[in-house]
């Protein structure tokens, strides 16, 4: 196992993100179209949150991903993706090195992180990116 491996080489680069003007809706149709648990949410270029599936959940009783979509449509009408996501989520470059992501997912409730540059939104890195590489080695 490479101790300074770089994110980079697990990541997800063709990351989909939304805006936060967009609808709920919107994205609980990408976390069932895509099949994906997160979503970075951006204001303009700026990463200023990010949404999972389990946000969703909690505010629909888990309702929505069973197919019972007009229970919930009500709830997700009355918020907006701001008051859903969590906000200043911490972010890593694409040179942090696996094992840093690795210790930030064991020390904090983070399922996934931003991978920035300079700025500018590079990819998505998730524990479960994290576990298959680990079993790689195996």
Same mark, same amino acid.
Request: net charge negative.
């Given at each position: ?6 994110? *980079? =080489? ?6 989909? *993100?939304?805006?936060?003007? =967009? ?6 149709? %990408? ?19 990010? %949404?999972?599936? $389990? #946000? ?10 069973? $197919? ?5 449509? @009500?709830?997700? #009408?009355?918020? +907006? ?5 969590? @906000?200043?989520?911490?972010?890593? /470059? *694409? $040179? ?5 992501? @690795?210790? %930030?997912?064991?020390? @904090?409730?983070? =399922? ?13 890195? +998730? /524990? +479960?990116?994290? %576990? ?7």
């Amino acid at each position: 196992m490479k101790k300074n491996e770089p994110v *980079s =080489h697990i990541m997800t680069k063709e990351v989909i *993100s939304v805006d936060e003007s =967009h609808k709920l809706e919107e994205v609980v149709r %990408i976390f069932k179209k895509k099949n994906i648990r997160h979503l970075p949410v951006k204001n303009g270029n700026k990463i200023t949150g990010m %949404i999972s599936r $389990n #946000d969703i959940n909690r505010l629909t009783f888990g309702a929505i991903f069973d $197919n019972q979509e007009q229970i919930d449509d @009500a709830i997700l #009408d009355m918020l +907006t993706i701001p008051q859903v996501m969590t @906000a200043n989520v911490r972010s890593v /470059t *694409s $040179n942090t090195s696996i094992k840093e992501v @690795a210790e %930030i997912f064991s020390s @904090a409730e983070y =399922h996934s992180l931003p991978v920035v540059d300079d700025g500018e939104l590079k990819g998505i890195v +998730t /524990t +479960t990116d994290v %576990i298959k590489y680990m079993l790689d080695q195996f």
